[in-house]
C-alpha cells in the first residue's frame, strides 16, 4: 500500500486527485483482507438494492397509471371538446377556421353528438351513451380504430346502421360481431315538453372497441353523426372534438379559448372528463415516492454503519495516509466516495432490479388480470418509466448515501498519526 500512495501522494491537478480517490477508494472496498462486503454487510446493500427497485416500480406503476387513462380519454373524446351552448351564428367550419388563427397549436376538428338511451336484454337493463361521429373525419380526431379488437370500424347509417360497442358493455348483453339489438332513446314530445316519447331502434353490431377505461367500456355506443341527428330529428350537432399537435398543451389552451369564446361555448380538455382522479394521482405519487424513500434510507444508514465499522478497521491505513500527507479534507473525502461508489453501484442494480419487475408486472397484470376495473377504472396500466422518475430517484438515493457517509468519513478523519500507528 505504501508504495502506491507514494506514487501518487502528490496528484499534479484536481482531475488526477479525483481519479486517485476513486480508485484508492474501490481498493478499500475490494481488498480481500478488509473488505467492506463481508458478513451481514451484504443485508445492507441489498435493502438498497431492493428499496431503489421498488420506487422505480411504484413511480413506473403511477406514471403508467396516468398515461393510460389520458391516452384512453384522448382517443375517445379527442384532445379538447367545445360545446355551443347558445343559437347556431356560424357553421362548425367556420369557427373552426377562427379558432385555429387563435390558437395554431390546433391541429383538426370532428363534429359529435350525443343521445342518452337504454339498452335491455339477457334480463338485464342499463343506460348508454350514444356518440355520433362525423364518419369523414372521425379518423382525423379520434384514435378509435386502433382499439378495434374485434369486427371492423364501420359506421353506417339506415334503417338498421352498424354502430361499435365497448368491450365491457357487449359482453354485459353476451353480444358478438353481427349480432341485432335494439335501444330505447327517450325524445321531448312535440306536443308537452315536459313529456316524452319512446324511439326505439334496431342497431347491427359491427365491432368491439376495447376503451381502455371501465366507464366508456361499459357504456359507449358509437355510431354516425347522421344516424345521431336522424334519432334526434335535428341537423345540428352537440360540439366539436378537437385534436391539438401537442397533448399537455390542453389545459392551457382551453382556459384560453373559454375567456376569448364567452358563455356561448363550453370548452374542456381532456383532464376535465376525470379531475378529480388525475389529482388524487399526482398526490399519491407523491405519498407512494416518501413511504417507499423511507426503505432507501433506512438501507443508507444500514450501509453507513458497515462503513463505520470499516473505518474502524482502517485505523493503521488511515494513520499512513496521513503520515504521508493527507490532510483531513481529503480523508473526508475518500471515505465519502466510498458511500457514493456504494450508492452507485446499489442504484445501478436498483434500477436494473425495477424494470425486471416492470417486465414481471406487465406480464402478470396480462394473465392474471388482477387489477379491478370497478375500483381503478382501467382493467390494466401500460407502465410508463420516465427518465424524469429515473433522475430524481437517482439524485436522491446518492444524495441520501453521501449523507449517511458522513459520520463514518469524519470519523477516520478525525484520527491522528499516532492513534493509527498504534492500532496496526
Known amino acids: 500500500m505504501q508504495t502506491f500512495l507514494h506514487s501518487a501522494a502528490k496528484p499534479t491537478n484536481n482531475w488526477s486527485q479525483l481519479k486517485f480517490l476513486v480508485w484508492l477508494s474501490s481498493k478499500f472496498l475490494l481488498s480481500k483482507s478488509k473488505a467492506l462486503f463481508q458478513g451481514t454487510a451484504w443485508v445492507s446493500f441489498a435493502g438498497l438494492i431492493l428499496g431503489v427497485a421498488c420506487l422505480v416500480l411504484s413511480m413506473a ?18 384532445h379538447m371538446r367545445i360545446r355551443r351552448m347558445g343559437p347556431e351564428k356560424e357553421t362548425w367550419p367556420a369557427f373552426f377556421t377562427r379558432l385555429q388563427a387563435q390558437e395554431p397549436q390546433i391541429k383538426d376538428y370532428v363534429r359529435y353528438a350525443y343521445l342518452e338511451g337504454v339498452l335491455a336484454g339477457q334480463g338485464k337493463i342499463t343506460g348508454v351513451l350514444f356518440q355520433g361521429v362525423d364518419t ?33 358493455l357487449a359482453q354485459q348483453f353476451q353480444l358478438k360481431v353481427g349480432d341485432q339489438f335494439r335501444i330505447v332513446f327517450p325524445m321531448p314530445s312535440d306536443l308537452d315538453p315536459t313529456q316524452f316519447k319512446r324511439k326505439v331502434v334496431t342497431f347491427k353490431l359491427a365491432g368491439l372497441l376495447d ?26 350537432s352537440s360540439g366539436i372534438f378537437i385534436r391539438l399537435q401537442e397533448l399537455d398543451k390542453a389545459r392551457e389552451i382551453s382556459t384560453r379559448l373559454s375567456r376569448t369564446l364567452g358563455a356561448n361555448y363550453q370548452v374542456s380538455d381532456w383532464r376535465d372528463l376525470n379531475e378529480n382522479l388525475f389529482e388524487a394521482i399526482q398526490i399519491e405519487r ?9 426503505i432507501v434510507i433506512a438501507a443508507a444508514f444500514n450501509v453507513s454503519s458497515t462503513l463505520y465499522i470499516n473505518v474502524l478497521k482502517r485505523y493503521p491505513d488511515i494513520g499512513v495516509l496521513k503520515a504521508m500527507g493527507f490532510s483531513k479534507k481529503r480523508i473526508v473525502q475518500l471515505f465519502s466516495l466510498q458511500g457514493l ?70 470519523r477516520g478523519a478525525s484520527l491522528t498519526v499516532v492513534e493509527g500507528i498504534k492500532n496496526d
Not at 376503451?211 to 345540428?236: C, H, I, N, W
Request: net charge neutral.
Open 61 to 78: 406503476v403511477m406514471s403508467g397509471f396516468e398515461s393510460t387513462l389520458k391516452k384512453s380519454v384522448a382517443d375517445v373524446t379527442g
Open 136 to 168: 369523414k373525419k372521425v379518423s382525423e380526431v379520434l384514435n378509435l380504430k386502433s382499439r378495434i379488437v374485434a369486427g371492423e370500424f364501420k359506421l353506417s347509417e339506415g334503417d338498421m346502421p352498424d354502430v361499435l360497442l365497448g368491450k365491457g
Open 211 to 236: 376503451l381502455g377505461a371501465k366507464g366508456f367500456d361499459e357504456r359507449m355506443v358509437v355510431g354516425s353523426l347522421q344516424t345521431a341527428q336522424r334519432l334526434a330529428d335535428t341537423e345540428r
Open 286 to 294: 407523491i405519498v407512494v415516492f416518501f413511504v417507499i424513500l423511507i
Open 341 to 410: 461508489l456504494m450508492g452507485l453501484l446499489g442504484l445501478v442494480l436498483g434500477v436494473t432490479l425495477g424494470w425486471i419487475m416492470c417486465q414481471a408486472f406487465s406480464w402478470a397484470e396480462v394473465f392474471f388480470s388482477f387489477i379491478p376495473s370497478s375500483v381503478y377504472k382501467l382493467d390494466r396500466i401500460d407502465l410508463n418509466i420516465r427518465f424524469v422518475d429515473i433522475a430524481i430517484i437517482s439524485v436522491v438515493t446518492l444524495l441520501i448515501c453521501f449523507l449517511a457517509t458522513l459520520t463514518p468519513a469524519l
